[in-house]
């Protein structure tokens, strides 16, 4: 669907795999999206764009495909009364790739650089959010931390690249190899127990209490 206009009376419903592009679109009754669905403010095109909503109801699975750039930290626009992040717990294990909501990100980073700039970008305007944004899945940032926020009114992304470090594997926690989450790894440099982030150089010998590794997401050693 692309709608840039008003829908003045109806809730919008974007069932499983469906996308919605608009840009500057108005859903003064809410949208509702479920799994697979994908909302691309601006659509395809690569620009900062912005959608308004009464309630933004992101159940689990649901999408939200957000240009940032370091030129000027701009980024689409999320604006909403409510922001409703669910989360999906499967009562015997299982189900399918995720159990929340995936902010995915596309980065424009500025001429030359490898990477968007670190910093805080503002995402729009949330008067509540019901739910965590904790829950929230971010993907398309994998040499950098991201973390939300909503301070005074507005939805934040806050960015800051990974420092890379010499640790070595020993898989007590989980047997996991993963991106920031469990600290199955040990500082070469101190001993202490530390999680994987994107660069650091990692060795796998025979001291190891896990000799199963499971590589959970996308993980990037430098060696």
Known sequence: L??????????????????????GGKFMKGIQADYGAVIRPGGKEAKAASLTTDSLILNFGAVCELDIY????AADQLNANVLKIEKKVWPNGGGPEYDTPVFRINAHAAAGAAAIADGRYCLGTVAKVDGDLANITIEGLTHQKALLSCEDGKLYLNVQSYEGADMTWVGDKSGNWNLDNEA??????????????????????DNANVFTVKVDGKVAPAS
Request: overall charge negative.
């Open 2 to 23: 692309s709608f840039n206009g008003t829908l003045q009376n109806s809730r919008l419903w974007l069932n499983r795999l469906t996308t919605l592009d608009t840009d």
């Open 70 to 73: 370091s030129d000027g930290f």
């Open 184 to 205: 199955n790894f040990k500082s070469d440099e101190t001993g202490e127990a530390v999680r994987f982030v994107t660069g650091s150089n990692v060795t796998f010998d």
